[in-house]
């Protein structure tokens, strides 16, 4: 047994807490980076024919660049949170991963109001100029109240110190 | 100590309902885009003609394969003429389309004929070109979500009476006073939207303005993508006669298409 950033660990315990953060670590790696670097093929798969060039331009615009980078951050934040949960660095960790995807969610629904535009075919008419404008206000709220939580939980943990996380 | 170890277990659970509740939002809405829609197909064009009026339907299909419902969908078209006024306006008035259901709407179109000038009546007519349309659609998933996206593009406009080229082929002698003059004509009907059905008639006028004869009664009637071969009698005084050789006589011919518009056309008789 070795004190680990505070928290009394075995051997064997990091090597299944590596296993976990990694583990869950590919799966934010799947969520976050390659799904959205995906975006574009997967809409082009879903929608038929015309439909699909439109939403595959659409699905394009809707990652902002930054994504991809606030992605990485959160696999990384992850792998970290997973591995060390219970320790000292555990609060802090989970402060930086809320607010990474308060950022994230946040950036993902421009505010809550998307705007997006693309190039597309509309009545056979090519190279038509679309612009789709989303009200996600409520949506984004919803979906922001996760992380708020967590930030909230990462608080805690912090006044409350290591060893005693349920 | 007590007090954050409670509290850490109550947000533990919160966050679990949070993340609960956003999976039983995000999960539907996304199978509204992998259910494979909504798709929207546009139909053809119907035209219905009645009464010196026309309504232009387009008939669409809107396909929700989604597990939501789609409310407030509503579809609105505009068409500007080359001058940039609006000339076809259109919409729906506002629907909702049930989770895995088809719709099928007509947006009706209503041309606004009377906002183009005799020019711009005769240039549309003859020329080529190129109109722009304003499309929108809104649609919205209540609370969470609503949609606003609109469409600007060009659609072409193919001249109903492409190239229109008259040739004199006969003159023939009428009664005492008047001859029959026979011209040949021919143009393209090179509309993507209808075909040309006129009756033409009008009179004849020398280089002063006098009134010097009468165009006879002719149908028109050709489909989209054809030419049209047609035959111009014209009752003309006989002392005009010669005008014609030199380009003198001014036929204004007044075509009545699908009795929506009448045109009048300048056409220079010559031969």
Known sequence: VVRFFG??????????????????????FVAFVVLPSRIANLASAFFPLTAGTIGATVASSLIAPSEPTLGLLIVLLMFAGVFLRGTNLYGPLLILNGLVYVVLV?????????DLSALGDVFGAQATRIT?????RVLMTVLLIGPALTILKGLLLMRRGPKTDS | LALPHRAVK?????????????AAIVIPMALVVVGGGPV?????????????????????????????????????????DPWGDPIITGSTGSF????????????????????????????LLFNDHTLTFHASLNASMPPLTSVQSFATGQLPWGAPMKNLTFALSGISAYNSTHSIVTWAYTFYDNSQYFHVVANV????????????????????????????????KAIILSSAIAQVSNGHLTAYLDVSIQSLFLVKIPVVLSG
Do not use: C, W
């Not at chain 2, 109550?10 to 956003?22: E, M, Q, R, T």
């Not at chain 2, 009637?221 to 111009?232: A, E, K, Q």
């Open chain 1, 132 to 136: 789709v404008t989303a009200d996600t």
């Open chain 1, 106 to 114: 946040y950036t993902f629904f421009r505010g809550g109001l998307l």
């Open chain 1, 7 to 28: 928290l009394a660990v075995s051997g064997r315990n990091i090597v299944v807490r590596f296993l976990l953060a990694f583990l869950f670590s590919m799966f934010a």
């Open chain 2, 40 to 80: 929207i197909t546009v139909g053809p064009v119907i035209s219905h003609f009645q009464m010196g009026t026309v309504n232009l339907h387009v008939p669409l299909s809107i396909r929700n394969g989604g597990v939501l419902d789609i409310k407030d969908v509503g579809v609105a078209l505009t068409v500007l």
């Open chain 2, 201 to 232: 008639n009008g009179t004849v006028l020398d280089s002063s303005g006098r009134d010097v004869g009468v165009i006879l009664p002719t149908s028109v009637d050709v489909s989209r993508g054809h030419t049209f071969h047609g035959v111009l």
């Open chain 2, 96 to 123: 909702t389309v049930a989770a895995h259901s088809m719709d099928d709407v007509n947006v009706t179109l209503v041309p606004n004929l009377h906002a183009l000038t005799p020019a711009e009546l005769r240039d």
């Open chain 2, 10 to 22: 109550v947000i533990n659970i919160l966050i679990a309902v949070s993340l609960l509740a956003g």
